[in-house]
């Protein structure tokens, strides 16, 4: 089973940057993808980015392309997202997830295995 840990989440002020980590317990299971998904008070979970792991193609929701950027790392079992030019509009609690679907839909409801969430908060 695949655990997942979060972390790097905190408060910036808009135009700023953060990196979030995704720590794999078990990195090795064949799951298809790994992806970051949001989800903001009073509104549903998002999908904002995902990546392969095997040929590393990736996917990025039209509110974050251009400013985010997802990468793995399969020595250290992470998965990375860079977020930069941050909006208010990104506050959100940020989740990374596990699919073993193949095709690369970043869509929560395909995702299997959840971490706990980091909170990222953008405000001045």
Known sequence: QVQLVE???GLVQ?????RLSCA???F???????????QAPG????????????DGSTYYSDSV????TISRDNVQNTVYLQMNSLKP?????????????????CSP???????QGTQVTVSS
Do not use: M, N, Q
């Open 65 to 68: 392309k251009g400013r985010f």
């Open 109 to 115: 409801i395909l995702y299997d295995y959840w971490g």
């Open 43 to 54: 509104k549903e979970r998002e999908g904002v980015s995902c990546i392969s792991k095997s």
């Open 28 to 38: 090795t299971l064949d799951y298809y993808a790994i992806g970051w998904f949001r």
């Open 14 to 18: 808009p135009g700023g940057s953060l």
């Open 89 to 105: 509009e990104d506050t959100a609690v940020y989740y990374c997830a596990t699919t073993f679907i193949p095709g690369l839909k």
């Open 7 to 9: 972390s790097g989440g």
């Open 24 to 26: 794999a317990s078990e």
